[in-house]
């Protein structure tokens, strides 16, 4: 039986038990807080902070595999663990290429991928109108290490609250870096889920159309209405990714579609990621089965739909409290033909906080369906 450590214990890494349960996977998890999701399914777990050194290199010695739920990692000290022998995948010359957001626009670019126009930009630079290049706002700040969810990503509408943002951080013990990118009026925002295995076996699910509000997904189609033409180049997109690094694992690769039908890579994550979570009840294999079987060295899973269509809500906290499981809200929703609740176990919430999902499983691929229980998922949640 394999040993597969994981570096993270939210609920991306909880959604990993029904795979590795299916696959004979034990799961060995590094996360900082008893009350994490994943502790409840780890075969054991490691409670320390997830760039702790020590307690990644415990983790890989127990472990034939290291892998990733998140991205707050140290490189430099995973680094030395790896030339000591730690087997991580993904790789960390991939996790080095796409962890920060200026370096990954540069890559991107590099290997001729769409991307919008971008420059780097640093906290100390109040007042030299380096941003320049840009020419025209609205743009889009963003902290180059550790954004997610919308935090540490701004929407800037002129050149004085660009300057007032970057004065807010100029005096800070550790100044943060930016990129800096134009902003793009996209008709739709788009993502797709992709692995690559050992071997090189690629997956590709299918795409899906996400909703974002403040930066934090809402709602994902899958899949997305999209031309023939178009699927087959992000399909495209996500294949060049993938063996231009020789990638090892699964990655969520988000996108932008502008009216003009051009599509533009807007960030890629080396994990599970939120757009794919309609797979655990929509797909044949889902991406977190896909996953293991990437890293694992298995054969990856089919990653078809077997359902029409598929509706995936998140159920964010709009409140602050603590202990509350709003069961109530839950049976209702519950009672929408053909949805599957996934409850993280979260023992707090706040404003915007994933607490859960729900995925509605479509006898058609039916947009105006989807609004409609969407809608009616929203008004039982938020009531």
Sequence with gaps: ????????????????????????IELVVQTPNKSDPAVAIATETIIAAIDDAEATKALAEDCEIVTFENEFVNLIALSILAEQGACFRPGLDVLARILDKYDQRCYLQQIGLPVPKFIALNASAVGTHSHASLQKFPVVLKAR??????QGTFIIKDAETLEQKLVAFKDRERQPQFLLEEFVPFERELAVIAARSVTGEIAIYPIVETQQQ??????????????????REIEAIARTFLESLQAVGIFGIELFLTPEGKVLVNEIAPRTHNSGHFTLDACEVSQFEQHLRAVCGLPL???ALHSAGALMVNLLGYETSSGSDYLAQRQQIAQIPQARIRWYGKTASRPGRKLGHVTVLLDDNNRHQANAI???IDSIWYQ
Excluded at 214 to 231: G, K, M
């Design 214 to 231: 403040e930066q934090v997904c809402r709602r994902v189609f899958a899949p997305a209405d999209l031309s023939t033409e178009l699927v």
């Design 301 to 303: 899973g089919n990653p």
């Design 145 to 150: 290490r550790h954004g997610y969810d919308g």
């Design 1 to 24: 039986m394999k040993r597969v450590g994981v570096i993270g214990g939210g609920q991306l890494a909880w959604m990993m038990a029904d795979g590795a349960k299916k696959l004979g």
């Design 374 to 376: 969407a809608k009616q």
